[in-house]
């Protein structure tokens, strides 16, 4: 195992902090909803669309800063919903097709599980993601996910962002790939404002 080797221990935890620098907490009034990505620097928010029920939400950035964030768009169906919380410039995510991962390489989460804030797991890709929608279109990973983590990244172990953790089934981590949160996010730039539930194609 390279868990408990110190040069290990090392990279690891700084895959982890780097992560977390692009990573949000969502949150529902007082109640944690789960986490998102900042996917560009303009202020706009990548989560899942169970985490960002209604029309606002408030998102905690790394530095501790708490924001209004307007739902601009979801999309139920591929799980994901944009927020904007606009004003400045913020770190975005570093981002890689996840299509071009291959079973059993490193991928990690960062997420709030069961209220525990900016926690890192550690897991392997089981599956990559098919061309079709549906259980094919997703990325699947052994790797420890909990209530929290919804909306927050699966990264390489480059820390490029490669999906969006969505759900448990089975025991392995369920991730909306980082092509389809691409094309969803093209898709409400091209829409003329407003929020709403954006449909997939």
Do not use: C
């Amino acid at each position: 195992m390279l868990r408990g080797v110190p040069a290990f221990d090392e990279a690891l935890g700084k895959l982890a902090e780097r992560i977390g620098r692009v990573t949000v907490h969502v949150r529902n009034g007082r109640r944690s909803a789960g986490a998102g990505v900042v996917w560009l620097r303009s202020g706009v928010i990548v989560t899942n669309a169970h985490v960002a029920a209604g029309s606002r939400t408030e998102v905690v950035l790394p530095d501790g800063r708490a924001l209004t964030a307007r739902v601009t768009a979801r999309d139920p169906r591929r799980d994901l919903a944009v927020l904007s919380i606009g004003g400045g410039e913020l770190d975005a995510a570093l981002r890689a097709d996840a299509r071009g991962l291959r079973a059993g390489e490193l991928v990690v989460a960062v997420g709030h599980p069961l209220g525990v804030s900016y926690a890192a797991s550690l897991g392997v890709v089981h599956r990559v993601p098919g061309a079709a929608h549906g259980p094919a279109g997703w990325l699947h990973a052994d790797i420890r996910l909990a209530p929290g983590n919804s909306g927050g990244p699966l990264a390489d172990s480059s820390g490029r962002v490669v999906g969006i953790n969505a759900m448990i089934v089975g025991g392995l981590g369920i991730a909306v790939p980082t092509h389809v949160v691409e094309r969803f996010v093209h898709e409400v730039e091209r829409e003329a404002g407003g929020a709403g539930d954006v449909r997939a194609a």
